[in-house]
C-alpha cells in the first residue's frame, strides 16, 4: 500500500516538473518572439502601435494645453477626438509609430490664440498681444484725458484666427480723441496765466472736496521731493482703513497700475477734473461706477512704489496736478 502511494508521489512529481519545464519554455520563446505593445485607435479606427503609451499621451496632452509652439500668441488646442490604448503581445519585428500617430491627432486639432481687444461703449476698437500693451494703452490714454477714456474697456479673447495685432503707441494713436474743454473750468482772476503742474495756485473748479480718509495725518505735501514734483498729498494710516470718495463723480479706473501707484483709483468729477487714490491694499469700487462723497472705494494698503502704508491722493485738471491742500 505504501509502495504503492511512494510510486504515485513520485510519478506526480514528474507530472509537476514535466509541466513547469513546459511552461518556463513556453514563456521564454514568448518572451524571446514577441513583446508587450499598445495597439492605438484613432476614432474607432486603428492607426498603428506605441512602444510607450505614457510618453506618447504626454506629449498629446501637451499640445493640448500650449498648441505646437509656433508662432506667438497661442493659447490651447483642441482635438475632435482623442487616441484609445489596448495592450497586446506582438512579434518583436513590429515597429512602433508614435510620431505618426501624433501628426494624426494634430491634424484633427485647431490651434486657439490668446490676445486682448480695446472697446469703447463696448465696441471692439482694435486687439493687442498683451494684458500688459492693453493697460498700458488705455492708461496712457486716460492721462492725455481722451474724450473716450471713461467708455474704455479690455476683453480677452480667444480666437482661431489672430488676425492684426497693435503696438501700444499705434493703439493710442488710434483712439486718442481730442477732449473739448467747457468754459465751466475757469482759471482764477488773480492768476490768469496757464497754470502748470507744481504751481502754488491751481484753477477754479467749483467742486468741494473732503478729505479721503477719516483722520488725515499728511506724510508728504505736495511739491518737489527727491528731485522731482511728488504731484499728491500722502496721509499716513495702517493698511485696511477705509479710502472714501472726496467728491461726487464716476469712476473711470479701478485696478492695478504698473506706474507705481500699486492698486488706484481714478475717479472723474467732470469737466477735466479727476481725483485719484493710490497704494491701496484692495478695491471696493469697479470702473463706471457712480459715487458720492464719503463713499467708500478702497481699503489702505502699500502697494506699488511706496515706503510705507499710507493713501496718495492728487486732484488733477485737464491731465495736471495741483496741490490738494488748495481745494480741501
Not at 514734483?229 to 467728491?247: E, R
Request: glycine share 10%.
Amino acid at each position: 500500500m505504501i509502495r504503492k502511494a511512494l510510486v504515485a508521489v513520485r510519478a506526480s512529481v514528474k507530472f509537476i516538473t514535466i509541466f513547469i519545464i513546459a511552461a518556463l519554455l513556453i514563456i521564454g520563446i514568448v518572451i524571446f518572439l514577441y513583446k508587450p505593445i499598445y495597439e492605438v485607435h484613432l476614432n474607432g479606427e486603428f492607426v498603428g502601435y506605441s512602444e510607450d503609451k505614457q510618453k506618447l499621451q504626454a506629449r498629446i496632452d501637451k499640445y493640448l494645453h500650449e498648441g505646437d509652439g509656433n508662432g506667438e500668441n497661442v493659447a490651447f488646442a483642441q482635438v475632435d477626438n482623442m487616441p484609445t490604448y489596448e495592450l497586446c503581445l506582438l512579434k518583436k519585428d513590429i515597429v512602433p509609430n508614435d510620431e505618426e500617430i501624433y501628426n494624426m491627432v494634430k491634424e484633427t486639432g485647431t490651434i486657439y490664440y490668446k490676445y486682448y481687444a480695446i472697446a469703447v461703449n463696448n465696441e471692439e476698437q482694435l486687439n493687442v498681444s498683451t494684458f500688459q500693451e492693453a493697460e498700458a494703452a488705455v492708461n496712457e490714454l486716460k492721462q492725455k484725458n481722451s474724450s473716450n477714456a471713461d467708455n474704455l474697456t479690455i476683453l480677452e479673447k480667444y480666437d482661431v484666427e489672430l488676425g492684426e495685432l497693435k503696438q501700444t503707441e499705434e493703439a493710442i494713436a488710434a483712439l486718442y480723441q481730442q477732449k473739448k474743454v467747457t468754459s465751466k473750468v475757469t482759471i482764477s482772476s488773480k492768476n490768469t496765466s496757464k497754470p502748470t503742474a507744481g504751481s502754488s495756485k491751481g484753477p477754479s473748479i467749483g467742486i468741494s472736496f473732503r478729505y479721503p480718509v477719516a483722520s488725515p495725518r499728511i506724510s508728504s505735501r505736495y511739491g518737489r521731493r527727491w528731485g522731482r514734483l511728488h504731484g499728491g498729498l500722502d496721509f499716513a494710516l495702517p493698511v485696511g482703513n477705509n479710502i472714501y470718495a472726496s467728491a461726487p463723480g464716476t469712476v473711470t479706473y479701478s485696478g492695478w497700475n504698473s506706474g507705481g501707484y500699486g492698486y488706484l483709483v481714478i475717479i472723474s468729477h467732470g469737466n477735466g477734473v479727476q481725483t485719484y487714490y493710490g497704494h491701496n491694499s484692495s478695491l471696493t469700487c469697479s470702473v463706471g461706477q457712480t459715487v458720492s462723497a464719503g463713499d467708500i472705494i478702497a481699503k489702505s494698503g502699500n502697494t506699488g512704489r511706496s515706503t510705507g502704508p499710507h493713501c496718495h491722493f492728487e486732484i488733477r485738471v485737464n491731465g495736471v496736478t495741483y496741490n490738494p491742500e488748495i481745494y480741501l
